[in-house]
Structures are given as structure tokens and as C-alpha cells.
């Protein structure tokens, strides 16, 4: 009783077009715009806003909180937040005020130069992840770049282990998949890469603790760079034990464990370091702490921190490869300050893990009365579901049951009435100001979808 049996295609072309048809009427002014672009490579800001189920993207008009307006003047409940950069909600009005503050009233957007607000960032995500010393850049990309290379450089060892189908930005170490023969691959589509990655790279599977061992046992791993959770290619959740054992390996073989905590922050007010009690060496983060505006950050051991500081052949001041000249800049602290302290707070967790559960439990009873052999995993206040069940295990399993036509055809139909997904995933996310009656309307419209696909 696979999906693939299940779902009549014939039908759920019909449908995919007719929602296509109706996109396109609902949004002259997004299609104009996306028309108008005659100087953008891919018509977009960016190639990956063109990933979009309706053949262009909607165009912003404003957002604030868990809604967003596109140009067209149809409203969203926005279930996206720009892929976790909004899960504080948008424009919350703390950041908003440290923002106008910093740039209206004192000025300074890029200086070069430190502001206090710095110190009590680093203050706060040492409270939050257990980590004692932390540094900013702009980006999640950059946080785990610099992490990689000061591990490189304090171990002498030159690879980098990442788990099948992980993400982790456009990291060059992480491309890197598990191929059909058991074999270490780089990732289909993979741009330019500067070398074969399996130079650089070795790669496990998550949940899979003798891969893991087996590729440890090699001797030249620098670090291990993992999500607690893969979020990348649905939710793949941790089997009990499993982190457990990736400390003890990563220990063993003298490899230092790098947790990526940008989307798992959604587990709580710490992550998922703190929510599940992890140990890491490294965490890396970025996207939501800044409340919508970039910044990233990662945060080192006190040995770590020490065995660095030893190392006056390091050039951590100038052109060594670490840093960035707008990384730290007075209005990314100033915005990640007032999201931390006063907008992503544990009262705020709290709330959007309730909401999130709300999301979690509608799904699962819809999917149960079509008797869909699907799955739903939830993450604190991030929620996902996939077209298997039991959920996979490892990012290779869950890669197999993707279903591109299948997911577009939701993303298009819960966009034509008024809900937002992220488009590259089955994922809803809260913010502090998503509301169980916006979950409510999203199963009312996902229970449509359905219904209307499968009768
Ligand atoms: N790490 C993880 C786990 C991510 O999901 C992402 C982005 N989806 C990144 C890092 C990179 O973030 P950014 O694109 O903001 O650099």
C-alpha cells in the first residue's frame, strides 16, 4: 500500500494544473514583477527563490508577526518564516526598536568595531547552549566555514565528517552522499566544487552508529558537523542512544563533534543541546537568533578556546580565512540581543511548542482518516511530514519518498487559500505569534487537498 498506489497521478495532474491556472490568476502583480526582472540571473534576488511550486515566487509586500502579504494584497498565514530566519515572527517589535534605535539614533551600521550589545549576546548563548566562548559572523554558512577551519587547524587533520543528506549552507565539506553502492558520493548537482569532495569529506548515515565508527576509525577526521536532528530532508529524529554514541565515538577517535543548531533550535529556548542534554564541543547557529536580520554565531569549548589561543601560527586577526568584515556589526548584535532576551524567550518556547503540537496532532488525525501511510515529526515548534511510514531513519531513506508533484501540488493549493509552507519542505514552523486558530484553518485547507486528490 505504497503512496505511489495509492495516489491516482492522473488526477493529481489535473489538479496540480488546475491549482497552477488559479496561481497565476490570483497573482498578476507577482507575475509581473517576476516578468519585469530582466537583469536578475533566474529573473529572482537569488536562483533558490525560483524553487517555487507555482512557476514564480509571491512577491513581499510587508509581514509582521506569523503573517505576510504579498503584493497582490492576498494574505498569508505564514507557516514558512523564511525557513526559520523569522521564527521569532517578523519585525517583532524588541528588534524593531533595537534596530531603528541603533540605526536612527546612534548610527553605525558598519563599523568594524564592537558594540557592548555584543558581550551580552555571547553572554546569552553561552546560557542557552553551555558553551563558554562565541564568536559572530552573518550567516549560518559562514559559522560553520570558520568552525570547520579552526578545527582543521587545531586537530591537523584534514577531513570532515557529515551525515547522508545533511545541510549546513553551501559548505563545501558538506556535499557529500552516501551513493547506492554504500560509497561515499558527491551530491547530485553539486556547482563547482573546488575538489572531489571525498578529499575532503567522509560521510555516515544518521542513526547509524557503525558507519560512523567505521569512518571515525580512519584516523583523519577533524570534526564531526551534524544536525542533533536532520532537518534538511524531512525531520529524521535521533534513535534513543544515537547522540549518545556519536559523543562517545567522536571522544574515542579524537575527532571534536560540531552540533548545527540552526534549525534545531526549534526544539527550545537551547536547542536541542539543551533540551536533550547534549555535550558538543561546537555549536554553530544562525538565522533566527537576529530576529529576521543576518547574523550567525558559533560557540567553542573552554579547551577548545585554550588549544586556539596556544596557537600563534594561527592568523585568527587578519588574513587567516576566519572572519568577515561586516560580521558583528552593531545592528545584527543590537537585533539578536532583543531577540534573545526579549522575543525567543522560554515563556515564548514554551507557547510555540504548544501551538506546534496543535499542528502535529491535526495532521496525524488527517492522515490517519485517509489511512496514508505517511508519518509526522515534530521538532519542538517545527513540525514535518513525509510520505512513509514509519518515518526514515537515515537522510537516504527519507530522500527516497521524496515527491516533488505530490508536494507541489500542496504547497500550490494551501498557497491559492492563504497558507505558507517553506517551499522546500512539508514543514511548518511557529513563531511566538502563530495561533492555534492558524493551524486550525491550515488543516481545514489541508484537509481539502486531500479530500480532493483522494476522494
Ligand atoms: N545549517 C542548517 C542546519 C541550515 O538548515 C541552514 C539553512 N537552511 C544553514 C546552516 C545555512 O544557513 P544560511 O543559508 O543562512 O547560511
Same mark, same amino acid.
Given at each position: 500500500?505504497?503512496?505511489?498506489?495509492?495516489?491516482?497521478?492522473?488526477?493529481?495532474?489535473?489538479?496540480?494544473?488546475?491549482?497552477?491556472?488559479?496561481?497565476?490568476?490570483?497573482?498578476?502583480?507577482?507575475?509581473?514583477?517576476?516578468?519585469?526582472?530582466?537583469?536578475?540571473?533566474?529573473?529572482?534576488?537569488?536562483?533558490?527563490?525560483?524553487?517555487?511550486?507555482?512557476?514564480?515566487?509571491?512577491?513581499?509586500?510587508?509581514?509582521?508577526?506569523?503573517?505576510?502579504?504579498?503584493?497582490?494584497?492576498?494574505?498569508?498565514?505564514?507557516?514558512?518564516?523564511?525557513?526559520?530566519?523569522?521564527?521569532?515572527?517578523?519585525?517583532?517589535?524588541? @528588534? /524593531?526598536? $533595537?534596530?531603528?534605535? &541603533?540605526?536612527?539614533? +546612534?548610527?553605525?551600521? #558598519?563599523?568594524? =568595531?564592537?558594540?557592548? !550589545? *555584543?558581550? @551580552? /549576546?555571547? $553572554?546569552?548563548?553561552? &546560557?542557552?547552549?553551555? +558553551?563558554?566562548?562565541? #564568536?559572530?559572523? =552573518?550567516?549560518?554558512? !559562514? *559559522?560553520?566555514?570558520?568552525?570547520?577551519?579552526?578545527? &582543521?587547524?587545531?586537530?591537523?587533520?584534514?577531513?570532515?565528517?557529515?551525515?547522508?543528506?545533511?545541510?549546513?549552507?553551501?559548505?563545501?565539506?558538506?556535499?557529500?552522499?552516501?551513493?547506492?553502492?554504500?560509497?561515499?558520493?558527491?551530491?547530485?548537482?553539486?556547482?563547482?566544487?573546488?575538489?572531489?569532495?571525498?578529499?575532503?569529506?567522509?560521510?555516515?548515515?544518521?542513526?547509524?552508529?557503525?558507519?560512523?565508527?567505521?569512518?571515525?576509525?580512519?584516523?583523519?577526521?577533524?570534526?564531526?558537523?551534524?544536525?542533533?536532528?536532520?532537518?534538511?530532508?524531512?525531520?529524521?529524529?535521533?534513535?534513543?542512544?544515537?547522540?549518545?554514541?556519536?559523543?562517545?565515538?567522536?571522544?574515542?577517535?579524537?575527532?571534536?563533534?560540531?552540533?548545527?543548531?540552526?534549525?534545531?533550535?526549534?526544539?527550545?529556548?537551547?536547542?536541542?543541546?539543551?533540551?536533550?542534554?547534549?555535550?558538543?564541543?561546537?555549536?554553530?547557529?544562525?538565522?533566527?537568533?537576529?530576529?529576521?536580520?543576518?547574523?550567525?554565531?558559533?560557540?567553542?569549548?573552554?579547551?577548545?578556546?585554550?588549544?586556539?589561543?596556544?596557537?600563534?601560527?594561527?592568523?585568527?586577526?587578519?588574513?587567516?580565512?576566519?572572519?568577515?568584515?561586516?560580521?558583528?556589526?552593531?545592528?545584527?548584535?543590537?537585533?539578536?540581543?532583543?531577540?534573545?532576551?526579549?522575543?525567543?524567550?522560554?515563556?515564548?518556547?514554551?507557547?510555540?511548542?504548544?501551538?506546534?503540537?496543535?499542528?502535529?496532532?491535526?495532521?496525524?488525525?488527517?492522515?490517519?482518516?485517509?489511512?496514508?501511510?505517511?508519518?509526522?515529526?515534530?521538532?519542538?515548534?517545527?513540525?514535518?511530514?513525509?510520505?512513509?511510514?514509519?518515518?526514515?531513519?537515515?537522510?537516504?531513506?527519507?530522500?527516497?519518498?521524496?515527491?516533488?508533484?505530490?508536494?507541489?501540488?500542496?504547497?500550490?493549493?494551501?498557497?491559492?487559500?492563504?497558507?505558507?509552507?517553506?517551499?522546500?519542505?512539508?514543514?511548518?514552523?511557529?513563531?511566538?505569534?502563530?495561533?492555534?486558530?492558524?493551524?486550525?484553518?491550515?488543516?481545514?485547507?489541508?484537509?481539502?487537498?486531500?479530500?480532493?486528490?483522494?476522494?
Amino acid at each position: 500500500d505504497s503512496v505511489a498506489e495509492r495516489i491516482d497521478r492522473a488526477r493529481l495532474d489535473t489538479l496540480l494544473d488546475r491549482e497552477r491556472s488559479a496561481f497565476v490568476d490570483r497573482h498578476p502583480r507577482s507575475a509581473a514583477a517576476h516578468a519585469r526582472a530582466d537583469h536578475l540571473f533566474g529573473r529572482v534576488p537569488m536562483t533558490w527563490m525560483n524553487k517555487s511550486a507555482a512557476g514564480f515566487p509571491v512577491y513581499v509586500d510587508r509581514a509582521r508577526g506569523a503573517r505576510l502579504t504579498d503584493i497582490d494584497g492576498h494574505e498569508y498565514r505564514d507557516f514558512c518564516l523564511g525557513d526559520t530566519g523569522a521564527m521569532a515572527g517578523h519585525s517583532p517589535a524588541p @528588534v /524593531v526598536e $533595537a534596530v531603528t534605535r &541603533r540605526l536612527a539614533e +546612534l548610527g553605525g551600521a #558598519s563599523t568594524m =568595531l564592537p558594540t557592548e !550589545d *555584543a558581550a @551580552v /549576546v555571547g $553572554a546569552e548563548l553561552a &546560557r542557552r547552549f553551555g +558553551l563558554p566562548y562565541w #564568536s559572530l559572523s =552573518l550567516t549560518a554558512t !559562514d *559559522a560553520n566555514r570558520w568552525a570547520i577551519r579552526l578545527l &582543521r587547524a587545531v586537530t591537523g587533520r584534514p577531513r570532515i565528517l557529515v551525515n547522508s543528506y545533511c545541510y549546513h549552507g553551501s559548505v563545501d565539506e558538506s556535499l557529500i552522499v552516501v551513493g547506492p553502492d554504500g560509497r561515499p558520493h558527491s551530491r547530485e548537482g553539486n556547482v563547482g566544487a573546488p575538489c572531489d569532495v571525498t578529499l575532503t569529506s567522509r560521510v555516515a548515515e544518521f542513526n547509524d552508529l557503525d558507519g560512523l565508527s567505521r569512518e571515525l576509525a580512519h584516523g583523519d577526521v577533524a570534526a564531526v558537523l551534524m544536525e542533533p536532528a536532520l532537518t534538511n530532508i524531512g525531520i529524521v529524529l535521533p534513535e534513543p542512544g544515537y547522540l549518545d554514541g556519536v559523543r562517545a565515538l567522536t571522544r574515542q577517535h579524537g575527532a571534536y563533534l560540531v552540533h548545527d543548531e540552526t534549525h534545531t533550535f526549534s526544539a527550545g529556548p537551547g536547542g536541542a543541546t539543551e533540551a536533550w542534554g547534549l555535550d558538543p564541543d561546537v555549536v554553530t547557529i544562525g538565522k533566527a537568533i537576529g530576529g529576521g536580520v543576518p547574523i550567525g554565531a558559533y560557540g567553542l569549548s573552554a579547551e577548545l578556546a585554550a588549544a586556539l589561543t596556544g596557537r600563534t601560527d594561527l592568523d585568527l586577526v587578519d588574513m587567516g580565512g576566519v572572519g568577515g568584515t561586516l560580521a558583528g556589526n552593531p545592528v545584527s548584535v543590537a537585533a539578536a540581543r532583543a531577540t534573545l532576551l526579549q522575543v525567543l524567550t522560554d515563556d515564548a518556547f514554551a507557547g510555540m511548542i504548544e501551538v506546534a503540537t496543535a499542528f502535529a496532532d491535526g495532521v496525524r488525525a488527517i492522515i490517519d482518516g485517509h489511512a496514508l501511510p505517511w508519518s509526522v515529526s515534530q521538532l519542538g515548534a517545527r513540525v514535518e511530514y513525509r510520505f512513509a511510514a514509519p518515518a526514515p531513519r537515515t537522510g537516504t531513506a527519507s530522500a527516497a519518498c521524496a515527491d516533488p508533484q505530490l508536494e507541489d501540488y500542496l504547497h500550490v493549493y494551501l498557497l491559492n487559500r492563504g497558507i505558507l509552507l517553506t517551499p522546500f519542505h512539508n514543514m511548518a514552523l511557529m513563531c511566538p505569534q502563530t495561533t492555534v486558530d492558524d493551524v486550525v484553518r491550515h488543516h481545514e485547507v489541508f484537509a481539502g487537498a486531500l479530500d480532493e486528490l483522494l476522494g
